[in-house]
Protein backbone atom coordinates (compact mmCIF):
# COMPACT_ATOMS: atom_id res chain seq x y z
CA UNK A 1 0.00 0.00 0.00
CA UNK A 2 1.72 3.46 -1.04
CA UNK A 3 2.56 5.06 2.31
CA UNK A 4 -0.27 7.94 3.77
CA UNK A 5 1.77 10.81 4.69
CA UNK A 6 1.15 14.51 3.60
CA UNK A 7 -2.04 16.78 4.46
CA UNK A 8 -3.80 15.91 1.42
CA UNK A 9 -3.78 12.44 2.08
CA UNK A 10 -4.93 12.93 6.13
CA UNK A 11 -8.07 15.20 4.63
CA UNK A 12 -8.86 12.23 1.87
CA UNK A 13 -8.83 9.97 4.64
CA UNK A 14 -10.96 11.36 6.46
CA UNK A 15 -13.12 11.58 3.56
CA UNK A 16 -13.20 7.93 2.99
CA UNK A 17 -13.88 7.63 6.93
CA UNK A 18 -17.49 10.03 7.16
CA UNK A 19 -21.01 7.87 7.07
CA UNK A 20 -21.95 7.51 2.96
CA UNK A 21 -24.30 10.36 3.40
CA UNK A 22 -21.97 13.20 3.88
CA UNK A 23 -19.12 11.95 1.58
CA UNK A 24 -20.34 13.77 -1.49
CA UNK A 25 -21.01 16.92 0.15
CA UNK A 26 -17.48 17.22 2.06
CA UNK A 27 -15.50 16.21 -1.27
CA UNK A 28 -17.15 19.02 -2.95
CA UNK A 29 -16.39 21.17 -0.38
CA UNK A 30 -12.88 20.28 0.48
CA UNK A 31 -12.02 20.39 -3.12
CA UNK A 32 -13.20 23.79 -3.36
CA UNK A 33 -11.66 24.87 -0.04
CA UNK A 34 -8.41 23.36 -1.70
CA UNK A 35 -8.73 25.36 -5.65
CA UNK A 36 -9.33 28.93 -3.48
CA UNK A 37 -5.98 28.03 -1.47
CA UNK A 38 -4.16 27.93 -4.81
CA UNK A 39 -3.76 23.49 -4.78
CA UNK A 40 -5.33 22.84 -8.19
CA UNK A 41 -4.17 19.65 -8.76
CA UNK A 42 -5.06 18.33 -5.23
CA UNK A 43 -8.63 19.90 -5.55
CA UNK A 44 -8.32 18.30 -9.07
CA UNK A 45 -7.51 15.02 -7.34
CA UNK A 46 -10.07 15.33 -4.54
CA UNK A 47 -12.97 16.30 -6.91
CA UNK A 48 -12.44 13.19 -9.09
CA UNK A 49 -13.32 10.77 -5.72
CA UNK A 50 -16.13 8.69 -6.32
CA UNK A 51 -18.65 7.80 -4.13
CA UNK A 52 -17.95 4.38 -3.04
CA UNK A 53 -21.18 2.17 -3.08
CA UNK A 54 -22.46 1.34 0.72
CA UNK A 55 -20.58 -2.50 0.54
CA UNK A 56 -17.07 -0.68 -0.42
CA UNK A 57 -17.61 1.84 2.33
CA UNK A 58 -18.47 -0.40 4.57
CA UNK A 59 -15.10 -2.27 3.94
CA UNK A 60 -13.23 0.99 4.27
CA UNK A 61 -15.10 1.29 7.50
CA UNK A 62 -13.53 -1.88 8.93
CA UNK A 63 -10.38 -0.73 7.62
CA UNK A 64 -11.10 2.26 9.58
CA UNK A 65 -12.59 0.90 12.99
CA UNK A 66 -10.28 -1.96 12.92
CA UNK A 67 -7.26 -1.92 10.91
CA UNK A 68 -4.99 -4.68 12.52
CA UNK A 69 -7.93 -6.94 11.27
CA UNK A 70 -7.18 -5.69 7.94
CA UNK A 71 -4.09 -6.22 8.04
CA UNK A 72 -3.92 -9.67 9.43
CA UNK A 73 -6.55 -10.16 6.80
CA UNK A 74 -4.21 -9.64 4.08
CA UNK A 75 -1.07 -10.87 5.79
CA UNK A 76 -3.22 -14.41 5.88
CA UNK A 77 -3.48 -14.16 2.18
CA UNK A 78 0.13 -13.14 1.14
CA UNK A 79 1.09 -16.67 3.54
CA UNK A 80 -1.65 -18.84 1.40
CA UNK A 81 0.06 -17.42 -1.52
CA UNK A 82 3.58 -18.01 -0.56
CA UNK A 83 2.64 -21.61 0.32
CA UNK A 84 0.94 -22.48 -3.09
CA UNK A 85 3.95 -20.84 -5.10
CA UNK A 86 5.95 -22.57 -2.79
CA UNK A 87 8.10 -19.80 -1.00
CA UNK A 88 6.97 -21.10 2.75
CA UNK A 89 7.44 -24.50 2.91
CA UNK A 90 6.28 -27.27 6.39
CA UNK A 91 2.86 -25.20 6.40
CA UNK A 92 -0.37 -26.66 6.55
CA UNK A 93 -2.32 -24.93 3.13
CA UNK A 94 -5.46 -25.98 4.27
CA UNK A 95 -5.18 -24.90 8.08
CA UNK A 96 -4.03 -21.69 6.28
CA UNK A 97 -7.11 -21.37 4.44
CA UNK A 98 -9.30 -22.27 6.94
CA UNK A 99 -7.78 -19.20 9.35
CA UNK A 100 -8.70 -16.86 6.33
CA UNK A 101 -12.05 -17.61 5.86
CA UNK A 102 -12.85 -16.96 9.79
CA UNK A 103 -10.95 -13.78 9.75
CA UNK A 104 -13.11 -12.83 6.57
CA UNK A 105 -16.54 -14.23 8.66
CA UNK A 106 -15.44 -12.10 11.72
CA UNK A 107 -14.84 -9.27 9.44
CA UNK A 108 -18.32 -10.00 7.55
CA UNK A 109 -20.62 -10.05 10.87
CA UNK A 110 -18.63 -6.34 11.64
CA UNK A 111 -19.30 -5.24 8.18
CA UNK A 112 -23.09 -6.25 8.01
CA UNK A 113 -23.67 -4.27 11.80
CA UNK A 114 -22.10 -1.18 10.00
CA UNK A 115 -24.23 -1.15 7.42
CA UNK A 116 -27.25 -1.33 9.72
CA UNK A 117 -25.94 1.39 12.24
CA UNK A 118 -24.96 3.68 8.95
CA UNK A 119 -28.68 2.88 7.43
CA UNK A 120 -28.03 0.91 5.02
CA UNK A 121 -29.51 -2.32 4.30
CA UNK A 122 -27.05 -5.66 5.03
CA UNK A 123 -29.20 -7.61 2.16
CA UNK A 124 -27.34 -11.06 0.93
CA UNK A 125 -26.37 -8.96 -2.05
CA UNK A 126 -24.75 -6.36 0.17
CA UNK A 127 -23.03 -8.82 2.09
CA UNK A 128 -21.56 -11.13 -1.47
CA UNK A 129 -20.31 -7.60 -2.51
CA UNK A 130 -18.33 -7.25 0.73
CA UNK A 131 -17.06 -10.71 1.06
CA UNK A 132 -16.05 -10.48 -2.55
CA UNK A 133 -14.28 -7.28 -2.11
CA UNK A 134 -12.23 -8.98 1.17
CA UNK A 135 -11.16 -11.69 -0.49
CA UNK A 136 -10.31 -9.56 -3.27
CA UNK A 137 -8.17 -7.29 -1.33
CA UNK A 138 -6.87 -10.81 0.67
CA UNK A 139 -5.24 -11.89 -2.42
CA UNK A 140 -4.08 -8.59 -4.41
CA UNK A 141 -1.94 -7.78 -1.19
CA UNK A 142 -0.33 -4.81 -0.95
CA UNK A 143 0.66 -4.97 -5.10
CA UNK A 144 1.15 -1.53 -6.66
CA UNK A 145 -1.70 0.01 -8.07
CA UNK A 146 -4.03 -2.09 -6.72
CA UNK A 147 -7.04 -0.23 -4.90
CA UNK A 148 -6.38 0.39 -0.85
CA UNK A 149 -8.57 -0.54 2.00
CA UNK A 150 -9.76 2.16 3.19
CA UNK A 151 -10.08 4.52 -0.04
CA UNK A 152 -12.13 2.31 -2.11
CA UNK A 153 -14.44 3.56 -4.11
CA UNK A 154 -16.04 0.83 -5.65
CA UNK A 155 -16.97 -3.14 -5.21
CA UNK A 156 -14.17 -5.73 -6.17
CA UNK A 157 -14.01 -8.93 -7.45
CA UNK A 158 -11.74 -11.82 -6.50
CA UNK A 159 -8.72 -12.62 -9.44
CA UNK A 160 -9.96 -14.23 -12.40
CA UNK A 161 -8.88 -17.34 -13.27
CA UNK A 162 -6.03 -16.17 -15.10
CA UNK A 163 -4.60 -13.87 -12.45
CA UNK A 164 -5.11 -16.83 -10.00
CA UNK A 165 -2.84 -19.43 -12.11
CA UNK A 166 -0.27 -16.40 -12.15
CA UNK A 167 -0.53 -15.86 -8.71
CA UNK A 168 -0.20 -19.47 -8.18
CA UNK A 169 2.73 -20.14 -10.21
CA UNK A 170 4.72 -17.35 -8.34
CA UNK A 171 4.12 -14.85 -11.57
CA UNK A 172 3.26 -10.26 -10.41
CA UNK A 173 -0.21 -10.24 -12.37
CA UNK A 174 -1.15 -6.62 -13.90
CA UNK A 175 -2.54 -4.46 -11.04
CA UNK A 176 -4.85 -3.90 -14.44
CA UNK A 177 -6.56 -7.60 -13.97
CA UNK A 178 -8.52 -6.02 -10.75
CA UNK A 179 -12.42 -6.64 -11.56
CA UNK A 180 -14.79 -4.55 -10.51
CA UNK A 181 -18.36 -4.98 -9.75
CA UNK A 182 -20.54 -2.85 -12.68
CA UNK A 183 -23.68 -1.49 -11.93
CA UNK A 184 -26.10 -1.94 -15.38
CA UNK A 185 -26.78 1.41 -17.32
CA UNK A 186 -30.04 2.59 -16.19
CA UNK A 187 -33.11 1.62 -19.02
CA UNK A 188 -36.56 3.54 -20.03
CA UNK A 189 -38.47 0.58 -19.04
CA UNK A 190 -37.94 -0.06 -15.40
CA UNK A 191 -39.27 -4.08 -15.66
CA UNK A 192 -36.39 -4.17 -18.15
CA UNK A 193 -34.13 -2.05 -15.80
CA UNK A 194 -35.20 -4.79 -13.12
CA UNK A 195 -34.31 -7.72 -15.04
CA UNK A 196 -30.98 -6.21 -16.25
CA UNK A 197 -30.05 -5.94 -12.35
CA UNK A 198 -31.10 -9.48 -12.14
CA UNK A 199 -29.22 -10.70 -14.76
CA UNK A 200 -26.06 -8.75 -13.77
CA UNK A 201 -26.29 -9.90 -9.87
CA UNK A 202 -26.56 -13.58 -11.44
CA UNK A 203 -23.53 -13.17 -13.30
CA UNK A 204 -21.37 -12.22 -10.80
CA UNK A 205 -22.67 -14.72 -8.61
CA UNK A 206 -21.73 -17.17 -11.41
CA UNK A 207 -18.32 -15.48 -11.55
CA UNK A 208 -17.35 -15.86 -7.98
CA UNK A 209 -18.98 -19.04 -7.89
CA UNK A 210 -16.36 -20.09 -10.79
CA UNK A 211 -13.59 -18.46 -8.85
CA UNK A 212 -14.25 -19.78 -6.03
CA UNK A 213 -14.44 -23.51 -7.49
CA UNK A 214 -10.80 -23.02 -9.53
CA UNK A 215 -9.09 -21.69 -6.45
CA UNK A 216 -10.79 -24.70 -4.31
CA UNK A 217 -9.36 -26.92 -7.67
CA UNK A 218 -5.60 -25.33 -7.41
CA UNK A 219 -5.68 -25.47 -3.55
CA UNK A 220 -6.92 -29.11 -4.15
CA UNK A 221 -4.03 -30.27 -6.57
CA UNK A 222 -1.29 -28.23 -4.72
CA UNK A 223 -1.82 -29.88 -1.64
CA UNK A 224 -1.93 -33.48 -3.35
CA UNK A 225 1.38 -32.35 -4.82
CA UNK A 226 3.23 -30.99 -1.85
CA UNK A 227 2.12 -34.30 -0.12
CA UNK A 228 2.87 -36.30 -2.42
CA UNK A 229 6.66 -34.95 -2.72
CA UNK A 230 6.57 -35.13 1.37
CA UNK A 231 5.89 -38.69 1.01
CA UNK A 232 8.62 -39.36 -1.60
CA UNK A 233 11.22 -37.26 0.22
CA UNK A 234 9.88 -39.55 3.47
CA UNK A 235 10.96 -42.83 1.02
CA UNK A 236 14.05 -41.23 -0.04
CA UNK A 237 15.58 -40.70 3.35
CA UNK A 238 14.37 -44.22 4.92
CA UNK A 239 16.51 -45.99 1.57
CA UNK A 240 19.35 -43.72 2.30
CA UNK A 241 19.28 -44.79 5.88
CA UNK A 242 18.91 -48.73 4.98
CA UNK A 243 21.30 -47.88 2.02
CA UNK A 244 23.76 -46.70 4.88
CA UNK A 245 22.88 -49.59 7.29
CA UNK A 246 23.70 -51.99 4.45
CA UNK A 247 26.99 -50.24 3.64
CA UNK A 248 27.78 -50.30 7.47
CA UNK A 249 27.37 -54.26 7.66
CA UNK A 250 28.83 -54.90 4.72
CA UNK A 251 32.39 -53.27 5.52
CA UNK A 252 31.90 -55.85 9.14
CA UNK A 253 31.71 -58.68 6.75
CA UNK A 254 34.61 -57.89 4.82
CA UNK A 255 36.56 -57.24 8.20
CA UNK A 256 35.48 -60.42 9.54
CA UNK A 257 36.42 -62.16 6.71
CA UNK A 258 39.73 -60.77 6.44
CA UNK A 259 40.16 -61.89 10.09
CA UNK A 260 38.76 -65.38 9.32
CA UNK A 261 41.31 -65.83 6.88
CA UNK A 262 44.42 -64.47 8.66
CA UNK A 263 43.50 -66.79 11.69
CA UNK A 264 43.39 -69.77 9.59
CA UNK A 265 46.73 -68.84 7.80
CA UNK A 266 47.99 -68.70 11.03
CA UNK A 267 46.83 -72.20 12.29
CA UNK A 268 48.12 -73.22 8.70
CA UNK A 269 51.32 -72.53 9.96
CA UNK A 270 51.36 -73.08 13.21
CA UNK A 271 50.49 -77.13 12.14
CA UNK A 272 53.32 -76.94 9.68
CA UNK A 273 55.99 -76.33 12.38
Do not use: C
Not at 28 to 39: F, H, I, Q, V, Y
Request: aromatic share 4%.
Amino acid sequence: MAKRGSNIDAEIDSLFQLPLAEFTGARNELAKRLKSEGRTSDAERVKALAKPPAPAWAVNQLYWQDRKAIERLLAAGARVRKVQTGQLKNADLRALIDEKKQMTAALLAKASAILEEGGHAASPDAMRRVSATLESLAAWGDMDGVPEAGRLTADLDPPGFDALAALMGGKKPEAAKVLYFRAPKPAEDPAAARAARLEAVRAAEKALREAHRNAERAESALAKATAHAAEIEARYAEAKEEARLASSEARKTAQAVADAERSLAKAKGALET
